[in-house]
């Protein structure tokens, strides 16, 4: 069946740093993809999502690219703040109603 | 705003307890979903339902039920609560059945079972 494998964490980053959380897809058709965040208390909030290969998605200085030929979908951010620290699920949508998560990274910022 | 919000941030309830869980969104959205979320594992999809009264069974749905009575909640129901149901469960909700469109999430309830 479909699957989502994303990097365990923690990831440990200094504020201003690169970040790249790996995400890559298992998927039998032309699944959308989607990356969500988790932040300390709260429920899970959509950060950006891609729905055809090629497709970007961006949001709050986060992109991610929907790339059909290496299965993945990689979660990058040029210069991360301590707001960023949260934990960040990637997921896939293959049918009308489901999304398959992968297991989450947790990302720490440090001052 | 999209809301979605759940009736309890933390529960704690003893082993063989009969636990509801309740989840109301105020968009009209036409799907609702219950997942449970554990360490290393992800979410996992416990049931969903595509319309009041509607209901299918995700990947998890052993010792859970679930109720639609109205188009707005959608409640989570543990028959006999064990302590393999501790976990933190999480309610979306989603406006339509195709597959590129978001789900909100709730806040999430901790549930605890001793």
């Known amino acids: 069946g479909d699957s989502v494998t994303q990097m365990e964490g923690p990831v440990t980053l200094s504020e201003e740093a690169f970040l790249t959380i790996n995400c890559t897809y298992t998927?039998?058709?032309?699944?959308?993809l989607f990356w969500y965040v988790q932040y300390p208390g709260e429920g899970l909030q959509l950060l950006l999502k891609?729905?055809?290969?090629?497709d970007k998605g961006s949001n709050k200085g986060f992109e991610a690219t929907y790339r059909k030929e290496t299965t993945s979908f990689h979660l990058e951010k040029g210069s991360v703040q301590v707001s960023d620290s949260a934990v960040y699920f990637c997921?896939?949508?293959?049918?009308?109603?489901?999304?398959?998560f992968g297991s989450g990274t947790r990302l720490l910022v440090r001052p | 705003d999209v809301k979605v919000t759940q009736s309890s941030r933390y529960l704690v309830k003893r082993t063989g307890e009969k636990v509801f869980l309740e989840c109301v969104q105020d968009?009209?959205?036409?799907?609702m979903f219950w997942y449970r979320q554990d360490p290393g594992l992800g979410l996992r999809l416990i049931y969903f339902?595509?319309?009041?009264?509607?209901?299918e069974k995700g990947d998890i749905p052993e010792g859970y039920s679930v109720s639609r009575e109205k188009k707005e909640r959608f409640s989570l129901i543990l028959e006999s609560a064990s302590t393999n149901q501790t976990s933190m469960y999480l309610c979306?909700?989603?406006?339509?059945?195709?597959?590129?469109?978001?789900?909100?999430f709730g806040p999430g309830t901790r549930l605890l079972v001793l």
């Open positions: 891609a729905t055809k290969a090629d």
């Open positions: 998927a039998t058709g032309y699944p959308s």
């Open positions: 968009m009209d959205h036409e799907n």
């Open positions: 997921a896939l949508g293959d049918s009308s109603y489901k999304l398959i």
């Open positions: 339902s595509y319309d009041v009264k509607m209901k």
């Open positions: 979306a909700s989603k406006e339509g059945g195709t597959y590129q469109e978001t789900q909100y």
